[in-house]
């Protein structure tokens, strides 16, 4: 990777603002004796420059807090404030306009355009903001430097190993500077080595100030993570702190650790 290691961020409790704010939400499905309470009465606050990792078994509602998180469902009940917006009371293009400019989104399955170029790929959020070619086509560049993509541009992503188009996948997401990275599973497909490469990159996303929120299932991704959320029956059943918000992901301060006793 090319990017700079960072110190940690420096803005304190009294400043930081909230990026998440949950209020007893609820995500119901069908009605009578066929309802699934999906999500039942969730309560959450995520800061800016927090790495949360959100686990659970299937069935235990994560998936569906993902898609409320991410707008692309809305709350039976309760309150959902997405940089202090109520998403609750917006407009389906309102809601559009959201996801594309606060949200950046990384699949499991990369999810990109198969037969168009990584910086197309990387471009394409910005186009539909409305974003000019010249400025677009600069921080699409820079967003693919960023996760040490610079020489694969022209590249498909046929002509990439699964690692590489995930790092496309992160390029897109951070090239709008969205208020929040929201991964569902995403190193689900990768290998072992691809695997490092993503969680190291996450890593040094949030050493650098990103809010990064995590579904995922594996152990090994739960280690990076600032803080861990545990979901059963559609509730969060425990929330443990690993790091302050304002400090470096585990692993990477680790690293950090280990190369400054080297040298």
């Known amino acids: 990777m090319t990017m700079t290691r960072t110190s940690a961020v420096s803005a304190g409790p009294a400043t930081r603002r909230v990026a998440i704010a949950l209020h007893n939400v609820t995500k119901t499905y069908g009605s009578g004796e066929t309802t699934v309470h999906a999500v039942a009465g969730v309560d959450l606050e995520v800061q800016r420059g927090d790495y949360l990792a959100v686990m659970g078994p299937s069935g235990s509602g994560k998936s569906t807090l993902m898609n409320i998180i991410g707008c692309l469902d809305m709350p ?16 389906e293009r309102q809601l559009v306009k959201i996801r594309n400019r606060k949200i950046g989104f990384i699949f499991q399955n990369f999810n990109l355009i198969a037969r168009t170029s990584a910086f ?7 186009a539909y903001a409305g974003v000019g070619v010249a400025q677009r086509r600069e921080r699409a560049l820079v967003a693919l430097q960023r996760v040490s993509l610079a020489d694969r541009v022209d590249h498909l992503p046929s002509q990439l190993s699964g690692g590489q188009q995930q790092r496309v996948a992160v390029a897109r997401a951070i090239v709008t500077e969205p208020v929040v990275l929201l991964a569902d599973e995403p190193t689900g497909a990768l290998d072992s080595k691809s695997t490092v490469d993503i969680l190291r990159l996450f890593d040094e996303l949030s050493a650098a100030g990103r809010t990064i929120i ?50």
């Open 76 to 91: 039976t009940t309760g309150a959902y404030l997405l940089d202090g917006v109520d998403v609750r009371r917006l407009a």
């Open 214 to 263: 995590v579904i995922t299932h594996e152990d090994e991704v739960v280690k990076h993570a600032k803080r861990v959320i545990r979901m059963r029956d559609g509730r969060i059943v425990s929330d443990q702190r690993q790091a302050a918000v304002d400090a470096l992901p585990p692993q990477y301060a680790l690293s950090a650790h280990a190369e400054a006793v080297a040298s």
């Open 120 to 126: 197309s790929n990387v471009e394409l959020p910005l």
